[in-house]
């Protein structure tokens, strides 16, 4: 209970990245044929406009990656009081959000980018708190 209450932060931010990128990375997968539709019209008039599919592609396996590092990292954070795995896993959300909000930019779609701020927000903050950790082991 103890690493729990001293982690809490870290815990649920953790379990906020989880949720956004492993739920990201399944619709991905279940409607590939509908993501990949709407992002070659949300791209037609960019640079990206014809690989698409592959941009997709590099985004699903960030995602998921990002998402099963920071589930692992939580069990770290709970077995041994560490971090270093949820770092990992900070750190590539915070780089997959940044591909994104360049996607948006390039796409223009400012609505879209200003959404991706708000999750890089906390994504930055558990950067942050994880690094502060990582002096004290």
Known sequence: MNILLKNS???????FLIITFLQSG???????????SWLKEHFSKTI?????????????????IAGLLCVVGVYEVFSSGKSSIAL????????????LLFGQRL???YEGAKTIAVYFIPTIFLVFLLQAQSYHF
């Open 9 to 15: 932060t870290v815990i649920l931010l953790l379990l």
């Open 48 to 64: 990206f406009k014809n690989i698409v599919p592959l941009l997709v592609g590099i985004i699903l396996v960030t995602e998921i």
């Open 107 to 109: 796409a223009k779609d």
């Open 26 to 36: 399944f619709d991905k997968i279940t409607d590939w044929n509908g993501n990949i």
């Open 88 to 99: 990992y896993g900070a750190i590539l959300s915070g780089i997959t959000l940044l591909m």
